[in-house]
């Protein structure tokens, strides 16, 4: 089975970023992470990451995995609320997609409790900060494994 892992913009400032809303982990430390808790729970999974602060990158990465992936994790970052485009991405790539986010996008400002994205997604995970990467990866493994 392979994952990929995509992150949107000013992911990779995760660490200096506003850590009072998401924390004080780098995206790669987050990502290793993510290994380590993959091989622990022993989900036999491949997983690719890959971020970018440009919406028509995550958009070819996104038309890519159709052919290469079997799921994706997606953090769109501020393109959750403003992207119909990735939206419509993830719905043409049609595979499972889950939605992460590290802050609960629900409980913020307005414009962030919209999301183009997760009408598309299988589910969508906020607020656990880092460990919505690994919860999101459970889920979506579990779906794969036993729904498809
Ligand atoms: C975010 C939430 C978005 O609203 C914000 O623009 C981000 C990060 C999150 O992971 O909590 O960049 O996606």
Do not use: W
């Amino acid at each position: 089975m392979k994952i990929l892992i995509l992150n949107g913009p000013n992911l990779n400032m995760l660490g200096t970023r506003e850590p009072e809303i998401y924390g004080l982990d780098t995206l790669d430390k987050i990502n290793t992470e993510l290994i380590e808790f993959k091989n622990h729970q022993k989900l036999e999974a491949e997983l690719d990451f890959f971020q970018t602060n440009h919406e028509g990158e995550l958009i070819d990465k996104i038309q890519e995995a159709k052919e290469n992936y079997d799921g994706i994790i997606i953090n769109p970052a501020a393109y959750t609320h403003t992207s119909i485009a990735i939206a419509d991405a993830i719905k043409a790539a049609n595979i499972p997609t889950v939605e992460v986010h590290l802050s609960n996008i629900h409980s913020r400002e307005d414009y962030r409790n919209i999301s183009y994205c997760s009408k598309n997604c299988i589910a969508q995970i906020a607020g656990f900060s880092k460990n919505s990467y690994k919860l999101a990866l459970l889920g979506l493994y579990e779906y794969l494994k036993y729904n498809e």
